[in-house]
Structure formats: structure tokens, C-alpha cells
């Protein structure tokens, strides 16, 4: 069973800057998909990032590019998330998900995914 478990999250000033990681586990393949969602209160769950394990591609929502980079491990079968500047509409529960659907732009909808995580909160505020 594909397991992944968030960590990093917390409390951040304007500005600030935090790391999430997503370590995984119990893949039978190499080719997956690992992506980074977040769902603030009474919005819809919305893609941020996305990584192909094989070689590195990935995707980033407009809203994040040049703010956020998002990078793997495969040794550790971890995938991370460098957040900087971040801003007070950054902050929600951030979610990482697993798919091996493909690799498209529709990597980004959260509809591909399959397994999910438990989130990790995001705050920032002042």
C-alpha cells in the first residue's frame, strides 16, 4: 500500500521561508508522479507543483513560479518543496499526492492522483 506522510509545515512571517517533505513509500514502480496541492478554507484543492521520479520534470502553478521549487530523492523516496517569499495567500493545508497516470500538463489536476497524504498546515501571517 502507497503510504505518504507530509512534515514541515508550521507558522511563517510574510517574506519567510519553509521546506515541506513528502516521504513515500510502498511503490511497486519507479515510474510515478508525486504532486504538491493545497486547499485554503472554502476554496477548491489547487495544484502547486509536480515531479516526474524518473527525470525531474515538473510543473508549477503560475502562482508559485519563481517562489517555489520542488525537488526530489529517490535514494530517500522523498520529495521536497522550497517555499520562499512566501505571502499571506500562501497559507493552507498542503497536500502531497501520488498518481502514475502519465505526464502532462494534467498532472496538475488533482483528479489524476490516487493516494494522498495527511496534509501539513501553512500559515503566514504576521
Known amino acids: 500500500q502507497v503510504q505518504l506522510v507530509e512534515s514541515g509545515g508550521g507558522l511563517v512571517q510574510p517574506g519567510g521561508s519553509l521546506r515541506l517533505s513528502c516521504a513515500a513509500s510502498?511503490?511497486?514502480?519507479?515510474?510515478?508522479?508525486i504532486g504538491w496541492f493545497r486547499q485554503a478554507p472554502g476554496k477548491e484543492r489547487e495544484g502547486v507543483s509536480c515531479?516526474?521520479?524518473?527525470?525531474?520534470?515538473?510543473y508549477y502553478a503560475d502562482s508559485v513560479k519563481g517562489r517555489f521549487t520542488i525537488s526530489r530523492d529517490n535514494a530517500k523516496n522523498t520529495v521536497f518543496l522550497q517555499m520562499n517569499s512566501l505571502k499571506p495567500e500562501d497559507t493552507a493545508v498542503y497536500y502531497c499526492?501520488?498518481?502514475?497516470?502519465?505526464?502532462?500538463?494534467?498532472?496538475?489536476?488533482?483528479?489524476?492522483?490516487?493516494?494522498w497524504g495527511q496534509g501539513t498546515q501553512v500559515t503566514v501571517s504576521s
Open positions: 499526492a501520488t498518481t502514475n497516470y502519465g505526464w502532462d500538463r494534467m498532472s496538475m489536476s488533482k483528479e489524476r492522483y490516487d493516494f
Open positions: 510502498g511503490f511497486t514502480s519507479d515510474y510515478y508522479v
Open positions: 515531479i516526474r521520479r524518473t527525470d525531474g520534470s515538473t
